[in-house]
């Protein structure tokens, strides 16, 4: 019996963000609108997504003893998500600096503070919650080695899923763990290298074939495409008027992880994350945006 349906492994920031008429050029200075501070990070992002869709979702973060990692644990708590895996301490806590422009699309620095401090050995000490989880999702926001780790934790009959961000290169032992692997345009680019064609179906052949059991190419306006041993299939992208896109990959993904863990077909459950993804981007903020199932439904 499995205690959580996902158990996600990453990131947890403060999200500082600034609406801007357009983003500055190298050496120029745009003014904005207030500030504002949100709780994000993809990983706590995951984690909250899917339990306010109604996972039993737990995340293994590291945040500072700081008003920020305050912010993040009660965002966390309020959404249902079981907090026993947040360790505080070694670092502030990570901070995320967004602009966004009137179209909703958003440009990121993040200063990773205590995700880096996330350690393999942090991973292994959490044994527990990897033995109770059906689905195990992580992002790389937090070291590699954590990362890694993670894969050789993993309980048997559990599910690994990925999304390299921010995109490096990935080690044979990751991404053979992958079931999918859930990139975008960007992170595919980088993850191939030189091996990238230049069509989305190129991108999944050429990703299966680095070892991964399953893709999903996410494309923005365009939709997604999911990939695995036994073909490829599009996935419509679902019409809305966006207002802020910051979170809603993250959105997705823990949709998606969510809905595979409970066995829908993967055309299936990434149909359900594009709504999730859509609904997301309809608010400003990331956590703040995340839909309840019932307003996915009513979509």
Known sequence: MHGYD??????????????????PAAGETVLGSDLATHPGGKGANQAVAAARLGARTALLARVGDDAHGRLLGDSLRAAGVDTAGILTGGAPTGVALITVDPSGDN????????????????VRAAGSLFRAARVVSAQLEI?????????????????????????????AEVLAACDPLIVNEHEARVVLGDLAGPEPEDWARELLALGPRSVVVT?????????????TARIPAVRVAAVDTTGAGDAF???????????????????YAARVGAAAVTKE?????????????AL
């Open 253 to 271: 993904t823990a949709a998606l992880a969510w809905r595979l863990g409970l066995g829908e077909p993967p055309a299936v459950a990434a149909v």
């Open 6 to 23: 996902l158990l996600v492994v990453g990131s947890a920031n403060a999200d500082l963000v600034i609406g801007v008429d357009r983003r």
């Open 107 to 122: 440009s990121i620095v993040v200063s990773p503070g205590a995700n880096s401090r996330l350690s393999p050995a942090d």
């Open 143 to 171: 070291p590699l080695e954590t990362v890694v780790e993670t894969v050789r934790s993993l309980a048997p009959g559990s599910r690994f899923v990925l999304n390299p961000s921010p995109p490096r290169p990935l080690p």
């Open 219 to 231: 494309l923005g306006a365009r939709g997604a495409l999911v990939a695995d041993a036994d073909g």
């Open 285 to 297: 903020g990331a956590q703040v945006s995340f839909p309840t199932a019932e307003e996915v439904d």
